[in-house]
């Protein structure tokens, strides 16, 4: 494995790392209350799988573009990285309409 292509992975492992401790510091943020609510339980289970699937997912188009070297790598990430971004976004909008 080449140095390049292994410093994609820790940096992929830090993004998927930051997105959770970040979705948890968003749910210990909360009064008791609004974790009693079936919309924010929801919202955080769905928000924890979404991280955990873009991160299998840059694994499984890894494990098919392996032979073509690194800049597959930097694209996977790219592409991993639009999908948690986009769903930040998309859990922002869902707060901002609830309250």
């Given at each position: 494995m080449r140095?390049?292509?292994?410093?994609?992975?820790v940096g992929r492992y830090s993004r998927a790392i930051t997105a959770i401790k970040d979705?948890?510091?968003a749910w210990d943020?909360?009064?008791y209350v609004?974790?009693?609510?079936?919309t924010e339980m929801a919202r955080l289970v769905l928000a924890?799988?979404?991280?955990?699937n873009n991160e299998r997912s840059a694994w499984q188009r890894t494990g098919v573009w392996?032979?073509?070297g690194v800049e597959a790598e930097e694209q996977v990430q790219k592409d991993?990285?639009?999908k948690i971004n986009s769903n930040k976004d998309r859990?922002?909008?869902?707060?901002?309409?609830q309250e």
């Open positions: 140095l390049t292509s292994r410093a994609c992975l979705l948890l510091t943020s909360m009064s609004q974790k009693a609510s079936p924890g799988e979404a991280i955990i392996k032979d073509t991993a990285d639009r859990h922002t909008a869902i707060s901002i309409l």
